[in-house]
């Protein structure tokens, strides 16, 4: 009876420290949110804009400089004046999320663009922009648009921008090789495969890139990765999508580095949106 006690005071305790523990995590956590640590990254949707959609021009208390203009948008009448295609962009629930339209210019072309919203404070945002350049000598005009989560119309939002030419980045990228160029031709020899040109997408499915400089000495690429089959490029079965993993360190090809490898009149070209990269070196990752 007395180990039944002890056993029954035992578990009283283990219940009670339990609980109080619960009760200060909890305290903890609602601290932080009452008390947030800044700066904070805030996560960011991108939407895919067409070059046809128009952007009306306003002024707004947003605009910063002549050489870059932020609009916040928090209704959806707003979003419809702001743009002539805001059917393109995803639903948006305002009571919970913003949009921002942000477009500039600068004086040469440009390859792409980065960006990092950051919370500063309560009611003060940062909006950082790093703009890769090529060697073109022209005047560009870009332009994006984001969803982010609810900002309020008072709310002070500062633009950073930051200007790079490619051959001033090192440039590097985690990936999957996930296909080749058909147009390349490929090359089967004792059960292995080698192409032209590869695809590789980022960890992050963010950026597609096609390169026709890959050490032959990273991978064996199986013979059943290249199919005959009369479409370029060709993409790897889901057996080898995942299979080479890899991390490049590259650059963006000029114009003058730009392979156009010739078709065959049988192969059924597509269309990928990829940027033409030179590798300076490749591992296994």
């Known amino acids: 009876m007395k180990i039944f006690k ?20 909890d305290l903890d956590s609602k601290k932080e949110c009452e008390n947030p640590v800044y700066p904070i990254e805030i996560p960011i949707t991108e939407v895919n804009v067409p070059d046809e ?8 208390h947003y ?8 609009n916040l948008i928090n209704t959806e009448v707003m979003l419809y004046s702001f743009t002539s295609c805001a059917d393109i962009f995803p639903k948006i629930d305002f009571r919970t999320q913003s949009v921002l339209l942000v477009s500039g210019t600068c004086n040469q072309g440009i390859e792409k663009t980065d960006k990092k919203l950051i919370q500063l404070s309560n009611s003060t945002y940062r909006l950082s922009t790093n703009i890769l350049l090529n060697d073109e000598m022209v005047v560009s005009n870009w332009r994006f648009a984001i969803i982010v989560p609810k900002i309020d119309s008072e709310t002070s939002i500062s633009m ?5 030419t490619v051959d001033a980045v090192d440039l590097q990228m985690d990936g999957y090789i996930i296909g080749f160029d058909r147009c390349s031709g490929v090359k089967i020899d004792d059960g292995k495969g080698k192409a032209g040109g590869y695809y590789i997408v980022s960890t992050n499915l963010k950026d597609t890139v096609l390169t026709y400089n890959l050490p032959e000495n ?7 990765c290249f199919p005959a089959t009369f479409s370029s490029p060709v993409w790897f079965s889901d ?28 192969i059924l070209i597509q269309n990928v949106n990829a940027t033409q990269i030179i590798v300076k070196s490749a591992r296994k990752n």
């Not at 009670?16 to 200060?24: A, G, N, R, Y």
């Not at 605009?63 to 932020?70: P, R």
């Not at 950073?160 to 790079?164: F, H, L, P, Y």
């Open 53 to 60: 959609c128009i952007w009306k021009e306003y002024t707004t």
């Open 6 to 25: 002890l056993l029954l005071l035992l578990w009283g305790c283990f219940l009670i420290l339990t609980t109080c523990q619960k009760f200060l995590e």
């Open 160 to 164: 950073e921008i930051e200007e790079k």
């Open 218 to 224: 990273i991978f064996d690429f199986p013979a059943g």
């Open 63 to 70: 605009s910063t400089s002549d050489k870059f203009k932020i």
């Open 239 to 266: 057996t080898y999508n995942k299979e080479f993993k890899v991390n490049i360190q590259y650059k963006i090809a000029f114009k003058e580095e730009i392979v156009y490898p010739l078709c065959q009149g049988n």
